[in-house]
T-cell receptor
Framework: DTGVSQDPRHKITKRGQNVTFRCDPISEHNRLYWYRQTLGQGPEFLTYFQNEAQLEKSRLLSDRFSAERPKGSFSTLEIQRTEQGDSAMYLC???????????FGPGTRLTVL | DQQVKQNSPSLSVQEGRISILNCDYTNSMFDYFLWYKKYPAEGPTFLISISSIKDKNEDGRFTVFLNKSAKHLSLHIVPSQPGDSAVYFCAAISAVSGGSNYKLTFGKGTLLTVNP
């Protein structure tokens, strides 16, 4: 399978705990995106990498959120001191060159109790 | 503010008939539009796209129409099949921060149900 993969698929945590998600993009794709989707909404842009450089961050990405793509391959999204409002599906996507076709992974569903 | 709007939360059609999903946008800087399909527990899957310099793009059973003056696009599925039942998201791209960075802005989605 050469698609975008995300790990874990599901995460349940208690409020105040830290969580980290991983995304492995399609191997030759240089652009990587994180989105968040809550119930009844479309995905909302969080941040974007071109190779290892983080070039765009949404206002949705508070100081508790940090994303990295250290070698321009996989990426991690960490949420510190989770809150119940962080419960959502976190989607990763990748593209090669122009973002006209962003390929999405299956997502990580986070539930904060 | 909702820059991409899908005003119909759901649509039900009969197998073999045409499905028409609508989308409106407010940001005139959007220069590319995409439709994604999403099944439960899966990520969105790219379906079809259209550049703002075109008014129609066709791919098999799927056709997207763009009316720039009305800031409106629609996805036509002909003929509709039960396997098309999914949530359909309209998305748009605007160049931000100097024109080299792109993010997708999504609508809330329309749940399409195709009845056998």
């Amino acid at each position: 399978d050469t698609g975008v993969s995300q790990d874990p698929r599901h995460k349940i945590t208690k409020r105040g705990q830290n969580v980290t998600f991983r995304c492995d993009p399609i191997s030759e794709h240089n652009r990587l995106y994180w989105y968040r989707q809550t119930l009844g909404q479309g995905p909302e842009f969080l941040t974007y990498f071109q190779n290892e450089a983080q070039l765009e961050k949404s206002r949705l990405l508070s100081d508790r959120f940090s994303a990295e793509r250290p070698k321009g391959s996989f990426s991690t999204l960490e949420i510190q001191r989770t809150e119940q409002g962080d419960s959502a599906m976190y989607l990763c996507a990748s593209s090669l060159g122009l973002p006209n076709e962003q390929f999405f992974g299956p997502g990580t569903r986070l539930t904060v109790l | 503010d909702q820059q991409v709007k899908q005003n119909s939360p759901s649509l039900s059609v009969q197998e073999g008939r045409i499905s028409i999903l609508n989308c409106d946008y407010t940001n005139s800087m959007f220069d590319y539009f995409l439709w994604y399909k999403k099944y439960p527990a899966e990520g969105p899957t790219f379906l079809i796209s259209i550049s703002s310099i075109k008014d129609k793009n066709e791919d098999g059973r799927f056709t997207v129409f763009l009316n720039k003056s009305a800031k409106h696009l629609s996805l036509h599925i002909v003929p509709s099949q039960p396997g098309d039942s999914a949530v359909y998201f309209c998305a748009a791209i605007s160049a931000v921060s100097g024109g080299s960075n792109y993010k997708l802005t999504f609508g809330k989605g329309t749940l399409l149900t195709v009845n056998p």
